[in-house]
């Protein structure tokens, strides 16, 4: 186990954002190449050392989660995410997408070019914005209709702010999907809170979706799972976890606050017989959100 801190105090050295969080994505970034999810330009050698590093503990932690492995969790959320983005945009409902702490996913990339017509902005620290359109450049991968920019989501007013990050590239008179995958837990209530009421703000022009990841407290607390899953995700990000809401009905009613019209929590297996999703004995350990705005009545 020492040898992992060791590894993380590497990669948190070596990356230009002071985030905690950002390692994460090396991790992760891997695990989407390493599942054909991403091309392998995307795979950093932090994340290889990371996985390899973390491999013996998470298979440990794994007996205590009915064989749950947090690369299978991942790939749920992942493939989830996926499938919401896919229908919007299959039924017209988004035209543009942004990805917010992106990190070194591909899903811009295949999304792209799955859809053509798609434009498809992505954004993260400026460190990890700037390695990940470095990555794209070198292995030739840049495609029309698809960004990389740097922002700070927590940011409320300077260039690294929503509104200012995005001007550019996104057109408010088009619907347009949010996406946050792996980043809601690690910011306090009251940070994700009022980084709902910006989207649900930024989408009230021409109407849009929010998808993303979320981990409940309720679960967390009372199955073993997720209390393991909890505490790989804090052993990774050198810090806590926030589990903001008991319950699946209490994330939906700060949704709906925030500004948001309709929200639904799903769970992995809500979606067997849809995908085919990494399958274990134990309970699910995360929610994925779907959250519409309608566009502002006109006067
Ligand atoms: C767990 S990684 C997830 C990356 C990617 N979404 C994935 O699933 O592979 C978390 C990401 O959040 C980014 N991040 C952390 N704080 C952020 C902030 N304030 N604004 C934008 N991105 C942030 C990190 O740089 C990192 O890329």
């Known amino acids: 186990m020492p040898s992992v801190f060791r590894t993380l105090r590497r990669v948190r050295a070596a990356g230009d954002d002071s985030s905690r969080i950002s390692p994460t994505a090396h991790y992760t970034g891997y695990v989407w190449v390493r599942n054909t999810l991403s091309p392998p ?10 996985f390899t590093a973390l491999q013996p503990a998470m298979r440990v932690a794994s007996r205590f989660t009915g064989g749950l492995t947090l690369e299978q969790m991942l790939l749920q959320r992942h493939q989830i ?9 299959a039924r017209g409902r988004v035209t543009q997408v942004l990805e917010i702490a992106g990190g070194m996913s591909g899903r811009g990339l ?20 700037k390695r990940k359109r470095a990555a794209l450049t ?28 995005i001007r550019e590239h996104v057109d408010p008179t088009r619907p347009l999907a949010i996406v946050t995958e792996g980043l809601v837990n690690y ?6 809170e ?17 998808v993303s990841d979320l981990h409940t407290r309720g679960e ?7 209390r393991a899953f909890r505490r790989a995700l804090e052993l990774f990000a050198r810090g806590s976890v926030h589990l903001h809401y008991e319950r699946e009905e209490q994330a939906r009613a700060a949704l709906l606050d925030a500004g948001f019209t309709r929200a639904h929590l799903s769970r992995p297996r809500d979606w ?10 134990g309970e699910d350990v995360i929610r994925i959100i779907e959250a519409w705005r309608d566009p502002e009545a006109r006067a």
């Open 41 to 50: 330009a995307l795979r950093t050698p932090q994340g290889a050392v990371l």
């Open 81 to 89: 995410i996926d499938r919401v983005l896919d229908d919007a945009i």
């Open 110 to 129: 295949r999304f792209t070019r799955r859809h053509r017509e798609l434009v498809y902005v992505e954004g993260d620290l400026p460190g990890m914005s």
């Open 138 to 165: 070198k292995a030739g991968l840049e495609r029309p209709g698809h960004r990389v920019v740097a922002l700070d989501v927590l940011a409320e007013r300077g260039p690294l702010a929503l509104a200012e990050a």
């Open 187 to 192: 910011f306090p209530q009251d940070a994700v």
């Open 194 to 210: 009022s980084m709902w009421r910006r989207f649900a703000a930024l989408l009230a022009s021409a109407g849009g979706l929010y």
């Open 220 to 226: 967390s607390e009372y199955y073993a799972t997720s």
């Open 272 to 281: 067997r017989g849809t995908l085919e999703l990494p399958r274990t004995r």
